[in-house]
């Protein structure tokens, strides 16, 4: 079987058609408190030439592929000598390559220069998925995400003043009962300057228990009402919405502006519909 993954393995709900390369294990930052993810992988990249092997032979078998999700996590952190190539690698054995996706951290795509970020577009690198998860910094601190949300807004913006598109993450829930309308306010204020063309919600789910000392772990309402919150300050001027992931209590998708209006009051209607869990997390996957 070409290609061979190590588990575990993940990708965005988007990618479900992609061909998938791992050209690192793991995540190189993997401190989250939130995410379990690639908790017990060692960070390392693939060797190159292994994987550059795989990437010829995976070219025989499945010429015709199109679409390309580069694993595991930031896949950005490997650097513009060592991703350039890689790139170079698939558009040479995949003569009918649309699009390359991947994971990034804010400070990663920091490390590359306005002309590096071209270049990887031009080889056809296309989405960079980005786990804002807040834009409340004293949260992401207590989370144990070591990035930046100054700079977090930044790389999105010269990402995508390169030409390629941002899908950016934010995990409503995530600061609790205590800190709920403010993560909601502050992050729909971040996602306003970052203006990113792709906004996904999921769900903060407590697998590795609580983010941070104190934590009270909202009712399924109150992650709705949070994204009412949330939703009702955005202002977004060219976004495609997604809450689909198995995380979320409700399956939504909506295009930003046109459909904030009807999302808002989809919302408001779900609220007061008694369907929800008032004092319970109402239905959680066991894990993600
Ligand atoms: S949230 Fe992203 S950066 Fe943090 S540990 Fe998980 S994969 Fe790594």
Redesign the pocket.
């Known amino acids: 079987m070409i290609p061979r993954y190590v588990e575990p393995l993940f990708r965005p709900p988007a990618e479900a058609g992609s061909l998938i390369f791992q050209v690192a294990y793991g995540?190189p930052?993997?401190?989250?408190r939130?995410?379990g993810?690639?908790k017990g992988v060692p960070y390392r990249p693939r060797p190159e030439a292994e994987l550059f092997a795989e990437i010829a032979a995976a070219g025989e078998r499945y010429p015709g592929t199109r679409r390309i999700f580069l694993a595991d996590?930031?896949v950005m952190a490997l650097g513009f000598d060592r991703l350039k190539p890689i790139l170079e690698a698939l558009n040479a054995a995949f003569p009918h390559l649309a699009r390359v996706n991947s994971?990034a951290?804010g400070s990663s795509i920091a490390q590359y220069d306005d002309s590096e970020l071209a270049a990887l577009k031009s080889l056809r690198l296309q989405t960079l998925y980005l786990?804002l998860?807040t834009g409340m910094q004293t949260l992401l601190d207590r989370v144990g995400?070591t990035e930046q949300i100054t700079q977090m807004v930044e790389s999105v913006r010269r990402t995508q003043t390169a030409g390629m598109r941002a899908s950016v993450m934010v995990l409503l829930g995530l600061g609790g009962r205590e800190f709920s309308h403010e993560h909601a306010v502050r992050t729909a204020e971040t996602l306003n300057r970052m203006q990113p063309r792709l906004l996904s919600a999921l769900r903060f789910v407590p697998v590795l228990g609580e983010p941070f000392e104190g934590f009270r772990l909202l009712s399924e309402a109150g992650v709705v009402a949070e994204l009412l919150v949330l939703v009702e300050s955005l202002e977004l001027e060219h976004t495609v919405f997604r809450a689909n992931h198995t995380s979320n209590p409700l399956p939504l998708e909506a295009r930003f502006p046109a459909d904030k209006a009807w999302l808002t009051a989809e919302l408001r209607h779900v609220l007061t519909s008694g369907m929800l869990d008032e004092t319970g997390p109402g239905f959680l996957p066991a894990e993600l």
Not at 29 to 32: A, E, L, P, Q
Request: proline share 0%; charged share 25%.
């Open positions: 995540c930052h993997n401190r989250c939130f995410c993810m690639y996590g930031d994971y951290n786990g998860e995400k």
